[in-house]
């Protein structure tokens, strides 16, 4: 029977030919393949000092974003902590009080916003929920630790000072929210 | 013997001896380099400017390693063999000619520690007894790898010793000598004996691979089914002294091969220089040539996968020894017919 995908083969054990059996045209031939090697390109990125660049897509450590004037994105909506496979994020929403509006943008905010790393699986799940563009995975490599609790990312870890804000360009040109 | 000729003897040894342990030592700098050449990686690049003090480093990470004898094993046994290796690997470099005479404060120096008049055997003899060093050490560890690494060891070195044997008769009827002075005596200038024992040189070549346990004939200490071979349990400076008699064994084989097959310390174009200056250049030639077999050595170690044993044995006992008894043959009758014997 004709098989459907033609990529059938017969498997033959056939005997070596009087040139196979003498190895030597082989061999030859093998060294010539590693001879050319040697004036190859190497490969090597010497990591200390040279870092390799991440790509765009890559998921690292999360912020949580400010808008243009310092108030912060994030509404406490939970619907980042709802989307989160690994149940790593929890949030306490509180109400924003008159003389606050230079510090959140809406009239709820997320007085404590804690994620664990330990839980997180770097999944993105999270900023693609967040209708509020204010969570965002970025290129930064979460650091190791010796104890389990440094690993509990409070808000001082997670939100970004306006002194040092953290560029997320390269997430927004991506998947689906590029497209819109 | 005079008093001056102990000192040149024992200055001339103390110096081959400082000379083969540094090139034994940057051998596996060098393979390390080469495979990373050969795998477009760069290698040892961080201990010192190009990772050059790297073999300094692994010594005497080495060195300060604990230096471990496992409880079943035959202790002094265990000792002695690293001992053996290293010993065996270092004496068949004493009768290897480095060059001519050297004329220094009056006397003429021989580039040589002894001048055996059988010195091929001698290199033979120092061969097989090699292999001990591997077996008793495989053997005193009490593990079933090592002894396993130690048999396949001893079986090799058996079946490969016999048709490099055979390849050095043929050599020893073309010069007419057991002496490798006058093997390379014999093959002044371009007249290398590779022109006349294209096939000899082969056989020789895949035997010194083998019998040096290098790729692709490293059975005795693959790793990938015998966690390492003869030297499983063995740690610290011992393992370090079998991993240093391999490449040790490699330079004095490749200097071998450069003495049997490619002149030794003879060069094209060698008439036009006399004394100090020729023994120099001569001393400069067979180390290039050693040198290059060494990079061989590696190159092949870097491009050819392991050999099965079975496949081993078959190349060695149903190949090897026919051919180069074939080879043989036809040297012995070329030679008979050129000294006119049947007329």
Do not use: M
């Given at each position: 029977m004709e098989s459907l995908s033609n990529r059938k083969q017969v498997v033959s054990k056939k005997e070596m030919t009087f040139m196979e059996k003498i190895y030597l045209p082989a061999i030859l031939g093998g060294m010539w393949i590693t001879f050319k090697h040697l004036f190859r390109k190497n490969n090597t990125t010497k990591y200390p000092e040279e870092v390799r660049e991440f790509a765009p897509v890559y998921r690292g450590q999360h912020v949580l974003k400010r808008d243009e004037q310092g108030?912060?994105?994030?509404?406490?909506?939970?619907l980042c902590a709802v989307a989160c496979p690994a149940e790593a994020i929890t949030m306490v929403a509180e109400e924003r009080v008159k003389g606050e509006e230079h510090l959140y943008r809406e009239e709820k905010y997320a007085s404590t916003y804690e994620i664990n790393m330990l839980r997180c699986?770097?999944?993105?799940l999270c900023e693609e929920a967040c209708p509020k563009e204010a969570i965002f995975l970025t290129d930064r490599i979460v650091p190791s630790n010796?104890?389990?609790?440094?690993?509990?990312?409070?808000k001082d870890q997670l939100v970004e000072t306006m002194e040092e804000r953290i560029d997320i360009t390269k997430r927004q040109h991506t998947g689906k929210r590029g497209k819109k | 013997m005079a008093t001056s000729e102990f000192i040149e003897k024992f200055v001339f040894i103390f110096i081959l001896f400082a000379v083969t342990l540094g090139i034994a030592a940057y051998a596996t700098y060098f393979e390390r380099k080469v495979a990373a050449w050969f795998q477009d990686r760069i290698g040892p690049?961080?201990?010192?400017p190009f990772g050059i003090l790297q073999p300094l480093a692994d010594g005497a990470k080495l060195f300060v390693k604990e230096d471990f004898i496992p409880e079943r094993a035959e202790k002094w046994l265990f000792i002695l063999g690293p001992g053996i290796a290293m010993f065996t690997a270092l004496m068949t470099?004493?009768?290897?000619?480095?060059g001519k005479d050297l004329d220094l404060f009056g006397q003429s120096i021989q580039l040589q520690v002894a001048d055996v008049n059988i010195g091929i055997l001698f290199i033979m003899g120092f061969l097989s007894i090699g292999v001990y060093g591997i077996m008793i050490g495989g053997w005193a560890s009490n593990n079933k790898y090592s002894l396993y690494g130690a048999i396949r060891a001893s079986s090799q070195m058996i079946s490969y010793e016999l048709a490099m044997g055979i390849c050095v008769i043929t050599i020893v009827m073309l010069s007419g000598s057991l002496s490798l002075r006058n093997i390379v005596e014999e093959q002044h200038g371009m007249n290398w004996n590779i022109f006349y024992q294209p096939l000899g040189f082969i056989i020789f070549f895949v035997c010194a691979l083998a019998e040096t346990n290098?790729?692709?004939?490293?059975?005795?200490?693959?790793?990938?089914?015998?966690?390492?071979?003869?030297?499983?349990e063995y740690g610290s400076m011992k393992m370090g002294f079998y991993l240093f008699a391999e490449y040790v064994a490699l330079f004095t084989s490749s200097a071998v091969i450069s003495v049997l097959f490619f002149g030794g310390y003879n060069f094209p174009g060698m008439d036009y220089f006399s004394g100090n200056t020729l023994a120099i250049l001569g001393v400069l030639a067979m180390f290039t040539k050693t040198f290059f077999f060494v990079f061989v050595f590696m190159w092949i170690r870097w491009t050819l996968p392991r050999f099965r044993f079975d496949q081993l044995m078959h190349l060695g006992w149903k190949s090897l020894i026919p051919i180069s008894l074939f080879n043989l043959l036809i040297t012995a009758i070329i030679i008979a017919i050129k000294e006119g014997w049947f007329h």
């Open positions: 108030r912060e994105n994030c509404t406490a909506c939970g699986i770097f999944c993105g010796f104890e389990r609790g440094e690993f509990i990312y409070g | 690049d961080r201990a010192g470099g004493s009768v290897i000619p480095w290098r790729a692709p004939f490293d059975l005795p200490e693959c790793e990938s089914e015998l966690i390492g071979g003869y030297h499983t």
